[in-house]
Nanobody
């Protein structure tokens, strides 16, 4: 099973920027998707962004135009650059991956491996 570790969370003022990183280890195949989800207190997990091994990307409507997902280190690291942060972006952010396919998905159930999460707090 792929192990994921997130970093980069913190507190930032409204309009600010923050960069999250996720490092994957233990991946065996060449087809995969790396994704970010978030969960605010009392709310369901929400899709943020995903990037496939074919370099295709998908973004949630709430973050389009403000967040950018990218990868490096041969695809073992995926970053989420967040700009123009809003109070509603406050949440725990989770990295996830699927290794059975390179098809992008916004459904949490399609992702088998998850990180422990990193907290992002945006103050108005």
């Amino acid at each position: 099973q792929v192990q994921l570790a997130e970093s980069g969370g913190g507190m930032v003022q409204a309009g600010g920027s923050l960069r999250l990183s996720c490092v994957a280890s233990g991946r065996a195949g060449s087809r995969y998707v790396m994704a970010w989800f978030r969960q605010a207190s009392g709310k369901e997990r929400e899709f943020v962004a995903a990037r496939s091994s074919r370099t295709t990307t998908l973004y949630g409507n709430a973050v389009k135009g403000r967040f950018t997902i990218s990868s490096n280190n041969g695809g073992n690291t995926v970053d989420l650059q967040m700009t123009n942060l809003k109070p509603e972006d406050t949440a725990d952010y989770y990295c996830a991956t699927r290794s059975d396919s390179s098809v992008l998905s916004d459904r949490p159930s399609d992702y088998r491996s998850w990180g422990r999460g990193t907290q992002v707090t945006n103050s108005s």
